[in-house]
């Protein structure tokens, strides 16, 4: 019972190197979503999804983009690491009925860009 | 757009000493929910509130929804060592479209135990 599961757990980039981070989840949930976190800043929305083929921007979208073909899969997609964008990125999935149920997030990327 | 403030942003309390984090949110909210992260983990569900003035415990761990469903918060009586980490809270309103996906999370309160 795996849950959800991201890869990679680390990865530093150059600036302007582009790159996906992995997000699976084996729990048969609609919903996934993407977070960061930084330092006195909580969890920020990037993206989400409410089911295959469907994504809609968070809080913070510009830099990043996604897509949901299966309802297993989420990646984020960075087009173009800037500095900025050095963070813990947590990918979360709940099921239907988003605002009701409890997210269950991976074990998170740390990711940091030169 | 919606905004969750949480305070205090650390708290550090010797062991056996309680602990309250506090959730104000700038519009209605439809629930709330509160998640723990333990440090170098991911945030973990520990409860959800509903309906105004609703009061759940867990254990040592009580939680209250504001009468107007604008605050919360989350109280831990005589604290122990296992409750270091940082204590989210996550609210959603039930703004109408196709925003119906976003929680908005507060930014957290450190939570620091001295043996």
């Known amino acids: 019972n795996a849950g959800v599961t991201q890869t990679p757990k680390f990865q530093v980039l150059k600036t302007g190197q582009s790159m996906t981070l992995q997000c699976a989840q084996d729990?048969?949930?609609?919903?996934m979503s993407w977070y960061r976190q930084d330092p006195g800043m909580g969890l920020r929305l990037i993206h989400y999804?409410?089911?295959?083929?469907?994504?809609d921007q968070g809080e913070v979208p510009n830099g990043y983009n996604v897509s949901r073909s299966t309802t297993e899969d989420f990646p984020l997609r960075l087009l173009s690491a800037a500095p900025s964008q050095t963070s813990v990125y947590f990918c979360?999935?709940?099921?239907?009925?988003?605002?009701?149920?409890?997210?269950?997030f991976g074990d998170g990327t740390r990711l940091s860009i030169l | 757009g919606q905004q969750v403030m949480q305070i205090p942003q650390y708290q550090h309390v010797q062991e056996g000493e309680d602990f309250t984090t506090y959730c104000n949110s700038s519009?209605?909210?439809?629930?709330i929910q509160w998640y723990k992260q333990r440090p170098g983990g991911h945030p973990v569900f520990l409860i959800q509130l509903v309906k105004s003035g609703e009061v759940k415990k867990q254990k040592r761990l009580t939680f209250q929804f504001g009468e107007a469903k604008k605050n919360s918060s989350l109280h831990i009586t005589a604290t122990q060592t296992t409750d270091v980490g940082t204590y989210f809270c996550?609210?959603?309103?039930?703004?109408?479209?196709?925003?119906?996906?976003?929680?908005?999370f507060g930014q957290g309160t450190i939570l620091t135990v001295h043996p």
């Open positions: 999804s409410v089911g295959a083929g469907i994504t």
């Open positions: 519009t209605t909210l439809s629930n």
């Open positions: 729990m048969n949930h609609e919903y």
């Open positions: 996550a609210g959603r309103t039930n703004a109408g479209g196709t925003s119906y996906g976003k929680l908005t």
């Open positions: 979360a999935s709940s099921a239907r009925g988003y605002s009701n149920q409890p997210q269950h």
